[in-house]
């Protein structure tokens, strides 16, 4: 017999608990979203799904790392999003995904098959409101990157990066002075339409300058939160998206 307690609910150690949908519903109803999920595990390098492909699921993450991203018809990749334990991702109006989504590290997801997922959002209108206040905030998101794709040299966007990717991870309750990038130096150019030198000579340039420390390839010490942001031309106030 499936189990209805909460505690017996995998959902109870669940890093996606406390976020998006999840985050909507009281432990008394986490079953019913359950009930609804199956549990898929992909190793690194691979796909959740593929662009154009049939939009019938929509993916929470549990663990690990994955990225949003569209290719050209030459083959050319631009990096939509990057996305993190706790995101639910998948969600469009459109009968097909016009992005892709590949896995950057292993990754574990619950999958829900969307009409289910929608019939138990019509039932509780608290996850109804979490939703279209995420998709408000992935749109606000988006023109923040545009901004930065658009209007922002080099170095302001790879601090801007560096000074994102220390925000979500403060969101969760870790470190943001120690920032753990999952992804390659190739996975930051295609999403900051860089080159890979250009990265790594700007990752250099704020070591230099004495804003960051690395360790190693993937390990970035924060020293000066305030002059990386002044670098990465960011204005952190009560109206920005990334407000604490």
């Not at 002075?177 to 790594?200: F, K, Q």
Request: with cysteine; net charge neutral.
């Amino acid at each position: 017999m499936p189990a209805t307690r909460y505690s017996e609910l995998p959902c109870a150690n669940c890093l996606a608990r406390s976020t998006t949908l999840c985050a909507s519903l009281a432990d008394a109803n986490m079953h019913h979203l359950y009930s609804r999920a199956t549990e898929r595990s992909y190793e690194a390098g691979k796909f959740i799904v593929r662009q154009e492909q049939a939009a019938d699921y929509i993916f929470s993450i549990r663990s690990g790392y994955a990225s949003m991203f569209r290719l050209t018809a030459g083959g050319k990749r631009q990096i939509l999003a990057f996305v993190f334990p706790g995101d639910f991702i998948g969600f469009t109006s459109e009968d097909n995904y016009h992005y892709g989504i590949s896995t950057i590290s292993p990754v574990d997801v619950c999958c829900f098959e969307r009409t289910a997922l929608e019939g138990l959002i019509e039932e509780y209108p608290e996850m109804d409101r979490k939703l279209r206040f995420t998709l408000i905030r992935a749109m606000d998101a988006t023109f923040e990157l545009l901004f930065a794709l658009g209007r922002k040299d080099a170095i302001q966007k790879v601090a801007s990066f560096v000074w994102y990717i220390s925000y979500r991870l403060r969101k969760r309750g870790e470190s943001d002075n120690l920032v753990r990038l999952p992804m390659s130096r190739a996975d930051i150019a295609d999403c900051l339409g860089l080159t890979i030198e250009t990265v790594s000579r700007v990752f250099t340039t704020l070591k230099q300058s004495g804003v960051i420390r690395l360790h190693g390839a993937n390990d970035v010490e924060i020293v000066d939160m305030q002059q990386l942001m002044s670098v990465g031309d960011l204005v952190v106030g009560a109206n920005s998206i990334y407000r604490t």
